[in-house]
């Protein structure tokens, strides 16, 4: 089948348009660095565009008619975005799901330590992660410290100009010898991924009056870094017991090339396809059937979890939905779930020419070529997939072309080389239609990934025509 570079075929109102929502992208990357703070960027962008907390909506004990919009959210970590459509709930909706957590690396529960006059914060990664990756290179503490009290500290150091930033400290090479025969696997382990935060000792003078004699303590370094984390976050050392804190690459999201085709950046598994999802969520006003946009957390450690795609939270959020729109009725939120379609959108994996052995390519997604559906994802034969129906995937096939849409279908590399998995399996054990669909991405998981400004673009126009459906 031919494969075309979409970047050809546009207009100059097309391109207007691709660059306006490659901008919104890349400040939506800047903003959203956690699955909390993706949470509040949602919800901002959402209520400004109409939508109520459905909390709030209950509470006034009102009910919910067509048109109505409003959001349900679930411990800061994710959420879902609902659009009621003219047909009833239960005849089925259009979900649009994506994951907002992203590989990263994650502060431990009693973290900090000295060690020869250095301060570090022990660390455990998140997800999927070439290790060697992450050190010797400018590092951001995201997060929350939640006290006692009850009270949430929001920490965010590295991303001004005027911040300091943290580091994983690497081996200089002309030591490494040994350390370069190592399997990759084994260059830097999960236990040296200890990041560097501080090598100045807490100063206390002795006396009053004495010739500004200091004394040095034990884990004076240490001490220091506890001082300053009282002065600015008002925490002690307990409060890490309670506290999550994630250590991203430093920076914002770059435009790519000379010719500006592409971004540079982190965290774009899975949120090239969540704030895609988002934007065209937001930007379809009406349509037939109820519209839903589903923002999950905890995907790249197996969708587990209060937060991840196996919660109940959606489920019991749609019985909410059902009770205010047609009564009360576990039978209709069943029909709801398994007459409804989705579009579980994930990344995948971009034809790469440096490493043209691990593709397949005829069954590669390209740079350019717009959305990504992938029929099956799994590995060893397809385990662990969700395998799309050809009927659901004819009906998007007639969707995309009537709405101009560029779209390719692919897998994730070369058979037997590995695999994947996404959320689409867990939706489909409602008996609903749902397909893997997404946005190429190069070098997946690295601390900065590469995408396509042209497939964000064509993501958008995918999502805006699946919804109206
Ligand atoms: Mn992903
Ligand atoms: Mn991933």
């Given at each position: 089948?031919?494969?075309?570079?979409?970047?050809?075929?546009?207009?100059?109102?097309?391109?207007?348009?691709?660059d306006?929502?490659?901008?919104?992208?890349?400040?939506?990357?800047?903003?959203?660095?956690?699955?909390?703070?993706?949470?509040?960027?949602?919800?901002?962008?959402?209520e400004?565009?109409?939508?109520?907390?459905?909390?709030?909506v209950?509470?006034?004990?009102?009910?919910?008619?067509?048109?109505?919009?409003?959001?349900?959210?679930?411990?800061?970590?994710?959420?879902?975005?609902?659009?009621?459509?003219?047909?009833?709930?239960?005849?089925?909706?259009?979900?649009?799901?994506?994951?907002i957590?992203?590989?990263?690396?994650?502060?431990?529960?009693?973290?900090?330590?000295?060690?020869?006059?250095?301060?570090?914060?022990?660390?455990?990664?998140?997800?999927?992660?070439?290790?060697?990756?992450?050190?010797?290179?400018?590092?951001?503490?995201?997060?929350?410290?939640?006290?006692?009290?009850?009270?949430?500290?929001?920490?965010?150091?590295?991303?001004?100009?005027?911040?300091?930033?943290f580091?994983?400290?690497?081996?200089?090479?002309?030591?490494?010898?040994e350390?370069?025969?190592?399997?990759?696997?084994?260059?830097?382990?999960?236990?040296?991924?200890?990041?560097?935060?501080?090598?100045?000792?807490?100063?206390?003078?002795?006396?009053?009056?004495?010739?500004?004699?200091?004394?040095?303590?034990?884990?004076?370094?240490?001490?220091?870094?506890?001082?300053?984390?009282?002065?600015?976050?008002?925490?002690?050392?307990?409060?890490?017991y309670?506290?999550?804190?994630?250590?991203?690459?430093?920076?914002?999201?770059?435009?790519?090339?000379?010719?500006r085709?592409?971004?540079?950046?982190y965290?774009?598994?899975?949120?090239?396809?969540?704030?895609?999802?988002?934007?065209?969520?937001?930007?379809?006003?009406?349509?037939?059937?109820?519209?839903?946009?589903?923002?999950?957390?905890?995907?790249?450690?197996?969708?587990?979890?209060?937060?991840?795609?196996?919660?109940?939270?959606?489920?019991?959020?749609?019985?909410?939905?059902?009770?205010?729109?047609?009564?009360?009725?576990?039978?209709?939120?069943?029909?709801?779930?398994?007459?409804?379609?989705?579009?579980?959108?994930?990344?995948?994996?971009?034809?790469?020419?440096?490493?043209?052995?691990?593709?397949?390519?005829?069954?590669?997604?390209?740079?350019?070529?717009?959305?990504?559906?992938?029929?099956f994802?799994?590995?060893?034969?397809?385990?662990?997939?969700?395998?799309?129906?050809?009927?659901?995937?004819?009906?998007?096939?007639?969707?995309?072309?009537?709405?101009?849409?560029?779209?390719?279908?692919?897998?994730?590399?070369?058979?037997?080389?590995?695999?994947?998995?996404?959320?689409?399996?867990?939706?489909?054990?409602?008996?609903?239609?749902?397909?893997?669909?997404?946005?190429?991405v190069?070098?997946?998981?690295?601390?900065?990934?590469?995408?396509?400004k042209?497939?964000?673009?064509?993501?958008?126009?995918?999502?805006?025509?699946?919804?109206?459906?």
């Amino acid at each position: 089948m031919e494969r075309k570079n979409i970047w050809t075929t546009y207009s100059e109102q097309q391109l207007q348009e691709l660059d306006s929502i490659n901008e919104k992208y890349k400040a939506c990357l800047d903003a959203g660095k956690t699955e909390r703070e993706c949470v509040e960027i949602t919800i901002r962008m959402a209520e400004e565009a109409g939508y109520r907390n459905l909390k709030d909506v209950q509470a006034a004990g009102e009910s919910l008619k067509a048109g109505d919009k409003v959001y349900a959210v679930n411990m800061d970590k994710m959420l879902a975005l609902f659009r009621i459509g003219s047909e009833p709930i239960s005849s089925g909706m259009n979900i649009l799901g994506a994951h907002i957590d992203s590989p990263r690396i994650d502060v431990k529960q009693n973290p900090l330590y000295e060690n020869e006059g250095f301060s570090y914060l022990d660390t455990h990664y998140y997800g999927g992660i070439k290790k060697y990756q992450w050190v010797a290179q400018p590092l951001a503490l995201h997060g929350v410290v939640v006290k006692k009290d009850g009270t949430v500290e929001k920490v965010c150091i590295g991303e001004e100009a005027s911040d300091p930033v943290f580091v994983i400290t690497d081996l200089l090479v002309h030591l490494a010898q040994e350390q370069l025969e190592k399997k990759a696997s084994k260059v830097i382990e999960g236990e040296k991924l200890d990041l560097l935060i501080g090598n100045c000792p807490l100063e206390e003078v002795l006396e009053a009056g004495s010739d500004s004699r200091k004394k040095e303590q034990k884990d004076a370094v240490k001490a220091n870094v506890l001082r300053l984390l009282k002065e600015k976050y008002n925490m002690d050392e307990e409060d890490f017991y309670s506290a999550e804190l994630e250590i991203v690459p430093a920076g914002k999201a770059r435009d790519c090339g000379i010719d500006r085709s592409m971004i540079l950046s982190y965290g774009q598994d899975d949120r090239v396809c969540a704030f895609t999802s988002l934007f065209a969520m937001l930007d379809v006003k009406k349509a037939k059937k109820t519209g839903c946009c589903l923002l999950v957390d905890k995907e790249e450690i197996g969708s587990v979890g209060a937060t991840g795609m196996h919660s109940r939270f959606f489920e019991n959020t749609v019985a909410e939905l059902i009770a205010m729109t047609e009564g009360e009725s576990e039978l209709k939120v069943r029909r709801a779930l398994s007459s409804s379609r989705m579009l579980s959108s994930d990344v995948s994996a971009a034809y790469d020419p440096m490493f043209a052995e691990a593709f397949e390519k005829r069954s590669s997604a390209f740079f350019a070529n717009g959305i990504t559906f992938n029929k099956f994802t799994g590995s060893r034969g397809k385990s662990g997939s969700n395998d799309a129906n050809a009927e659901y995937i004819a009906a998007l096939r007639k969707a995309m072309d009537d709405a101009g849409v560029a779209y390719q279908f692919a897998e994730l590399g070369r058979v037997d080389l590995g695999g994947g998995g996404t959320i689409a399996y867990i939706m489909a054990n409602y008996g609903m239609e749902v397909i893997d669909s997404g946005v190429a991405v190069l070098n997946m998981h690295a601390p900065y990934e590469v995408s396509s400004k042209a497939d964000v673009y064509e993501a958008v126009k995918g999502y805006r025509a699946f919804l109206k459906m």
